[in-house]
């Protein structure tokens, strides 16, 4: 049974996800401010990984209902587009779960945004049903793409890469708004010819709306070390203002909106 609460909030269903955290006051989550949902699990493996304690379920059980009405004590502040960012982890990975939510959310007319590096995606049914209703209800797509290179993304994620490319195809073909971001690693993905790879993948898609290139950095280090794990990337050091520019300009950044932020 549904019903509003005092609060005019939309509550319903019983359906439960596991959450990592959550922020109240997101500005680099996609537009204006934003309430972030960050869930917990992910199938990749990614060596830069800055948060790893997200990777393993279970976080804390919260329902939709919970969290849509949790948002909405922080609407007064979104203004310019602001609204709801569910980020990870994987988001995907919960799909079900998402799917309920952006159904409330969209009950109490909220923008709704998706941070995901899409390596749930797939095409097999019932999972791609279920994706397609939740693009009906999704604003944006804020899509990472790791590596353009299927064995250097393998080698970077533990996961092929193939299946987020056609994701990213797919949005395109319904035309989702996606922003794409690329997390520039030095020695890794910062190699000329990688990005123009990149670049020339990008403009195949004909529903980005910017690119962003995400500066690596090791803040999330000392994550590793108190989960036991060993980070690969310890000697690797953010790349230069140079390098940076440089990666901006090949991925043609302004061509699309000079919008970046560190990871």
């Not at 009405?69 to 919960?94: H, N």
């Not at 393998?154 to 971001?181: C, F, H």
Request: aromatic letters at 10%.
């Amino acid at each position: 049974m549904s019903h509003e609460n005092a609060s005019g909030a939309y509550s319903a269903g019983s359906s439960f996800g596991f959450v990592h955290s959550t922020e109240s006051f997101g500005s680099v989550d996609g537009p204006g401010v934003r309430f972030v949902i960050f869930l917990s699990g992910c199938p990749l493996r990614c060596q830069f990984c800055h948060n790893p304690d997200t990777w393993a379920r279970p976080g804390e059980r919260k329902s939709a209902a919970e969290l849509i009405q949790t948002a909405l004590r922080y609407r007064p502040y979104w203004k310019q587009g602001g609204g709801i960012t569910v980020s990870g982890g994987e988001p995907l990975a919960q799909i079900d779960f998402l799917l309920e939510l952006f159904t409330l959310a969209k009950q109490n007319d909220i923008t709704t945004v998706i941070d995901t590096a899409g390596s749930p995606f797939t095409r097999e049914e019932p999972w791609f049903g279920t994706f397609r209703r939740l693009m009906e209800l999704t604003d944006l797509i804020l899509l990472d793409i790791k590596h353009i290179r299927e064995d250097r993304h393998i080698q970077l994620t533990g996961r092929t890469g193939e299946n987020i490319k056609d994701m990213a195809r797919y949005l395109s073909e319904i035309k989702k708004p996606v922003w794409i971001r690329h997390v520039l690693v030095p020695g890794i993905t910062d190699d000329d010819v990688y990005l123009a790879e990149t670049r020339d993948f990008i403009r195949t898609l004909e529903n980005v709306e910017r690119v962003e290139v995400l500066p690596y950095h090791g803040f999330g280090v000392y994550k590793w070390k108190e989960l036991g794990l060993e980070y690969a990337l310890e000697a690797v050091e953010p790349p230069s203002a140079e390098r940076i520019q440089n990666a901006q300009n090949i991925l043609e950044v302004g061509r699309y909106g000079a919008w970046k932020k560190d990871v």
